[in-house]
């Protein structure tokens, strides 16, 4: 595994950048990794820059393990950008961080980009071919940072949501993408802070495609407190 972050003992912030140049191929072996910032010691922060890179296993037969960011990745220091990222069991890997994925071929992979319930990557322009499942993230991490995707014979061909609350005081923006959002979980949009006037807004945009699985359901406004709204 490759694990890239700054390590200074006492240093208020310490920041190590990988920056993968354009042609370059990096091949996984099975399992392998590359861990983007410090899991847990915000001390130790870490970015990744890819431009026209591939990302793919040393043959077809095994699978890499993912690019994962962690918390303390250095979110507006990282991206990758017009990249090829295949055969691995998760392509990205957000943990609680949001870098920047424009552009780039997510293909035969498990995942192709999975975020955790603290994670808001910006996925724009790529294109997810032939993975499991291109793309997880939770409701509440989804506010204009999916757009302009293409979604090419996926065995899931569409955005899987998890469900859960959008509680902050703003509007959570939902743009049309290349496929449906599919919601498996109830998605709750209410503003919980207790404080005046505040409000939490899910708007969906046009030409946007919800769709939710057997059972589950959208509720706007608190069902009993007229205080969150």
């Not at 890239?4 to 208020?12: E, Q, R």
């Not at 591939?54 to 991206?79: M, P």
């Not at 949009?189 to 959208?218: Q, R, Y």
Request: aromatic letters at 12%; one cysteine or more; proline letters at 3%.
């Amino acid at each position: 595994d490759i694990r890239i972050w700054g390590h200074s003992t006492g240093a208020p912030e310490y920041l190590s950048i990988l920056k993968i140049y354009p042609g370059t191929e990096v091949a996984f072996e099975q399992n392998k990794s590359i861990y983007v910032g410090h899991d847990s010691d915000s001390r130790y922060l870490g970015a990744l820059q890819a431009d026209s890179v591939t990302f793919t296993s040393v043959d077809e037969s095994v699978l890499g393990n993912h690019i994962k960011f962690f918390n303390y990745s250095k979110d507006d220091e990282s991206y990758i950008n017009d990249c090829i990222i295949e055969h691995m069991n998760y392509g990205v890997y957000c943990a609680h961080s949001s870098p920047t994925l424009t552009n780039n071929i997510f293909r035969n992979n498990t995942d192709g980009v999975y975020s955790d319930n603290g994670a808001s990557p910006v996925v724009s322009g790529n294109t997810f071919k032939e993975n499991e499942r291109p793309v997880l993230i939770y409701a509440a991490r989804i506010d204009s940072n999916f757009h302009g995707n293409t979604y090419l014979d996926n065995t899931k061909n569409y955005i899987e949501v998890q469900g859960g609350h959008l509680y902050e005081n703003k509007i959570y923006d939902w743009l049309a993408d290349g496929a449906p959002y599919v919601v498996e979980g109830d998605v709750e949009v209410w503003e919980n802070s207790n404080a005046t006037n505040n409000l939490s807004t899910l708007k969906i945009h046009p030409g946007t495609v919800v769709m939710f699985a057997d059972g589950d359901e959208l509720y706007i406004g608190h069902n009993s407190d007229d205080r969150y709204i």
